[in-house]
């Protein structure tokens, strides 16, 4: 199985950054792609950006040029860099792993339990 802890979440400032960090554990092989989604009150769950093993990343179009997305494969470990936020940035942030490789299989998705961003105006 896969398990995924995150971290980096709290209150700022309009205008200030976050920097989110996930970390997934388990008797995985190895991780496909790996992602941010958000969730605000009331709204559906979104995706904010998704990074695959090679590199290549994908932003939703609200976050583009503000949040960066990376990966360090050694560590099993995705980052998201948020810069200039806006109080619309504000959800509760998940991390997402499409697929891991377990016992020959690819199995998930998987979600992290979730992490606090609240951005004041």
């Known amino acids: 199985q896969v398990q995924l802890v995150e971290s980096g979440g709290g209150l700022v400032q309009a205008g200030g950054s976050l920097r989110l960090s996930c970390a997934a554990s388990g008797t995985f092989y190895s991780i496909n792609a790996m992602g941010w989604y958000r969730q605000a009150p009331g709204k559906q769950r979104e995706l904010v950006a998704v990074?695959?093993?090679?590199?290549?990343?994908n932003y939703a179009d609200s976050v583009k040029g503000r949040f960066t997305i990376s990966r360090d494969n050694a560590k099993n470990t995705v980052y998201l860099q948020m810069n200039s936020l806006k109080p619309e940035d504000t959800a509760v942030y998940y991390c997402n792993v499409d697929k891991a490789l377990l016992s020959g299989i690819y199995r998930g998705p998987y979600w992290g339990q979730g992490t606090q961003v609240t951005v004041s105006s």
């Open positions: 990074i695959i093993r090679a590199g290549a990343t």
